[in-house]
């Protein structure tokens, strides 16, 4: 188990390091090609493949380049079994505050996100 914990860790790293490099290859790496990527904040329903989803984060200005404080931060991870877990994590970009659910599952012996379901909050500038 500790071992789990270990790898996801790493890959929520990698996570976070992709969001605030706008580092696709390392999105890639944290990402399962077939991840799902959602939030009801947006209207109507904002759904996107990684496919849809790479090229925005590619065409970004990079929280990094604009020397932003960063705002990562693992708030709990659950292990559902040997192949699936869990992780609540916040991250910040800009003025908005994302509480991110993600789902990972093992497959081949690797953890990746599957699926990232998120909330967006406004912050005042």
Same mark, same amino acid.
């Given at each position: 188990? #500790? ?8 890959? =929520? ?5 992709? =969001? ?15 991840? &799902?990527?959602? /939030?009801?904040?947006? /209207?109507? +329903? =904002?759904?996107?493949?990684?496919? $849809? ?18 705002? $990562?931060?693992? $708030?709990?991870? $659950? =292990? ?21 659910? +993600? #789902? +990972? ?9 599957i699926a990232k379901v998120f909330? &967006? &909050?406004?912050?005042?500038?």
């Amino acid at each position: 188990m #500790t071992q789990a914990l270990n790898d996801i860790c790493a890959v =929520l790293q990698d996570y976070f390091d992709a =969001l605030y490099f706008c580092d696709v290859d390392k999105l890639q790496s944290a990402f399962h090609p077939r991840a &799902i990527y959602a /939030t009801a904040d947006e /209207t109507p +329903l =904002l759904y996107r493949t990684m496919e $849809d989803y790479v090229p925005i984060v590619a065409a970004r200005q990079s929280p990094a380049s604009r020397n932003e404080v960063r705002g $990562d931060h693992i $708030d709990a991870i $659950d =292990l559902a079994g040997e192949n699936t877990a869990f992780a609540r994590v916040r991250c910040s970009i800009g003025q908005r505050d994302f509480v991110d659910f +993600l #789902t +990972l599952v093992r497959t081949d012996g690797r953890w990746r996100i599957i699926a990232k379901v998120f909330q &967006i &909050i406004e912050r005042q500038p």
